[in-house]
Nanobody
């Protein structure tokens, strides 16, 4: 059974930091890029970042670049998202998702339709 579980969310004050984890199982982790998306109340789901399978190259939404940093630990089948200098507008449910890199043509890692598997989200609330 494929599972992706995001964790690490919570309540943090503005300019604070949080580190999210996405723990996965049930598929060959090395074959998948892992993306983060978020969805704020009343808004559409928004792409946050994507980290590649083999060389850990990471791409970020232009709006978030510089504050968020992604990493992955293939040995633990886990991806991390370090979020710094958080702002109230970062408040959202954060989801991780997996995209099979073996597909030809490749699917985009920054689009919902590019994902093969989704996990349940973790709530991040930035408020004073």
């Amino acid at each position: 059974e494929v599972q992706l579980q995001a964790s690490g969310g919570g309540l943090v004050q503005p300019v604070g930091s949080l580190s999210l984890s996405c723990t996965t199982s049930g598929f060959t982790f090395d074959d998948y890029a892992i993306a983060w998306f978020r969805q704020a109340p009343g808004k559409e789901r928004e792409w946050v970042s994507c980290i590649s399978t083999t060389d850990s190259r990471t791409w970020y939404s232009d709006a978030l670049k510089g504050r968020f940093t992604g990493s992955r630990d293939n040995a633990k089948s886990t991806v991390y998202l370090q979020m710094n200098n958080l702002k109230p507008e970062d408040t959202a449910v954060y989801f991780c998702a997996a995209s099979d890199n073996r597909r030809q043509p490749p699917r985009p890692c920054d689009k919902d339709y590019g994902m093969d598997y989704w996990g349940k989200g973790t709530q991040v609330t930035v408020s004073s």
